[in-house]
């Protein structure tokens, strides 16, 4: 499935109602944003816009931002809406 950031918003907004937390998992083993990811690494999804999704990774402790071209690169857990 793709996913987009709208998609991405409205898992968001049903799970804050929720009070549970959205994840992103990883879908590449390759280097992005100059670091070296694995494959199914789970992220923490913490704000999303309309044009990018921040996401906190444990591995390395970091926060990212992502595009609409990087989403693709990552799997929406969780029920889909």
Known sequence: M????EKIRMKKY????????TY????????FQ????YNDELC???EVSEKHVKIFRPMDGKRYVLNEDDIKKFILV????
């Open 2 to 5: 793709n996913i987009t950031i």
């Open 14 to 21: 049903a799970n804050d109602a929720k009070g549970d937390n």
């Open 24 to 31: 992103l998992i990883s879908n590449f083993n390759k280097k």
């Open 34 to 37: 100059n670091k070296l990811w």
């Open 44 to 46: 923490f999804v913490s």
């Open 78 to 81: 969780g029920v889909n809406i």
